[in-house]
């Protein structure tokens, strides 16, 4: 049996869970326009996976209409899941929607679950604003390790030197995975204040912080 629009849309009607998720594995096969379309009905469903897999779909079908995708992802960050509302994050980032930053640093302010801070943390690296430099350096204090080393990946993201003197104590972390992401961060700054810390790293005891510096440094 094909699939097309009108037999996804019948799958998406359906009372039945596992027809609704097939449906939405469904739209993958479509043409993005139609796609698009489908998706936008998904964001209201009742059951929050069929929500997450329609927020999550937008962060390459949003393209498609980039205005009625930031209206669609600016409710779904008011979604009862936080799933749903990080997903909501990671479209916002993928399509660059910058004029969803002021929604996304109210539900971090606001919100409980390290999941959607964490995610908005790591989207504001790839959305650019440099509006974002205040909440990345409050995310360098959080006792939440995953979101401590996504706000060090995002300051590099972002490219403000001001981020400099923010990373350069992270690299004596006990931990190298933290050690590593501060080597990543810094790659992206050509200001020498970078230079001497991915030095040091260049000759770290862990070969990924060392080989992640030393390329870096090149």
Known sequence: MDITPESVEALLNSSDLGDRLKAMNQTRMLEPAAAFKLARQAVNDSN????????????TLGQHNLALALTILRGRLKDSEPDVQAAA??????LQLTEAFEDLQTLYISSPEW??????????GTLGDERGFALLEDAL???????????????GELGDERAIPLLIPYAANPD????????????????P????????????????????AKSGLN
Do not use: C
Request: charged content about 20%; overall charge negative.
């Open 193 to 212: 204040e970078a230079r001497p810390t991915l030095e040091k790293l260049a000759e770290d005891e862990v070969e990924q912080v060392a080989q992640e």
């Open 141 to 155: 204090q959080s006792p939440n390790e995953l979101t401590q080393m996504a706000a060090i990946g995002s300051l």
């Open 48 to 59: 929050p996976r069929i929500r997450y897999s329609a927020v999550s779909q937008l962060a």
């Open 89 to 94: 994050a990671d479209s916002i980032a993928a």
């Open 176 to 191: 190298w995975q933290v050690r590593y992401r501060v080597a990543q961060a810094l790659a992206h700054f050509k200001a």
């Open 115 to 124: 999941l959607v801070k964490f995610s908005i943390i790591a989207a504001l």
